[in-house]
């Protein structure tokens, strides 16, 4: 569904991914891991558009990606829930919903997208008129869950919705990934829960210095191996 190829970008004239090359399968869990500071999340600003492309080429069902501009990507169906939530602090749980349905081509599915949100997360409609900003960590990112499902996007991106919560939050959190993939969505999971990523994942990634270090099935993944990689310099 997804293609990179030799794909390169980086900020200005720091380059950051180099000839990054990743297959994404539709209705597939695609977890990529990596240290800190590997550019896991260069990657999927790339995707979006938010970082130039400088070099390669992103690819959707076989269609050019990288030069669309962000704010199109809702209709190529592509969300992205960045890393640190980033929820609309002053604003409260509904209108944060409201705002991931912004674009013109879904505004007509609001109440919809809204009863199943609520659905899904039962807890954002108990707070519906909460200001976003009064939410625990764990709620705040299933508001950003909730709100990047609002557009209803075929590919998810999803940047480490797990740093900093709790395991019993954790736990939940990871039953909803299995529930996104069950209704078929594409999904990129950038996560340092490693153990916990490939336990969801069907493909896995190990990102290191802007450079895939290993691509495997999950299935075939050796969690020490992946760890002596994954710290190896
Ligand atoms: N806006 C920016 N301007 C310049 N350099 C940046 C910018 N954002 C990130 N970088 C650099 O790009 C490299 C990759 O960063 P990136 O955020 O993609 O890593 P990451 O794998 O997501 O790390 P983390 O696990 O800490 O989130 C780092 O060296 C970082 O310093
Ligand atoms: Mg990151």
Do not use: C
């Amino acid at each position: 569904m997804l293609e990179l190829d030799q794909v390169r970008a980086g900020y200005g004239a720091i380059n950051v991914l180099w000839d990054v090359s990743m297959r994404v399968a539709a209705g597939r869990l695609t977890t990529i891991i990596g240290p800190n500071g590997a550019g896991k999340t260069t990657l999927l600003r790339a995707i979006m558009g938010l970082v130039p492309v400088g070099g390669g080429e992103i690819r959707l069902d076989g269609a050019r990606l990288n030069g669309t501009p962000t704010w199109d990507m809702a209709d190529r169906s592509v969300a992205m829930i960045p890393e640190g939530r980033m929820v609309f602090r002053d604003m409260g749980v509904e209108e944060n919903l409201i705002m991931g349905a912004f674009h013109k081509s879904h505004r007509a599915h609001v109440k919809q997208r809204l009863e199943e949100a609520y659905e899904m997360f039962p807890r954002l409609r108990e707070r519906r008129t909460q200001m976003a900003g009064s939410l625990s960590g764990g709620e705040a990112q299933m508001l950003a869950m909730a709100r990047g499902l609002m557009s209803d996007p075929r590919l998810l991106l999803i940047d480490e919705p797990s740093l900093g919560l709790a395991p019993l939050v954790v736990n939940e959190l990871f039953e909803i990934l299995v529930r996104l993939k069950a209704g078929g969505r594409t999904i990129i999971l950038v996560e340092q829960n490693t153990e916990r990523a490939v336990g969801v994942a069907d493909h896995v990634y190990l990102m290191q210095s802007g450079r895939v270090a290993l691509s495997q099935p999950a299935s075939e993944v050796q969690l020490q191996q992946l760890h002596d990689l994954y710290f190896a310099r």
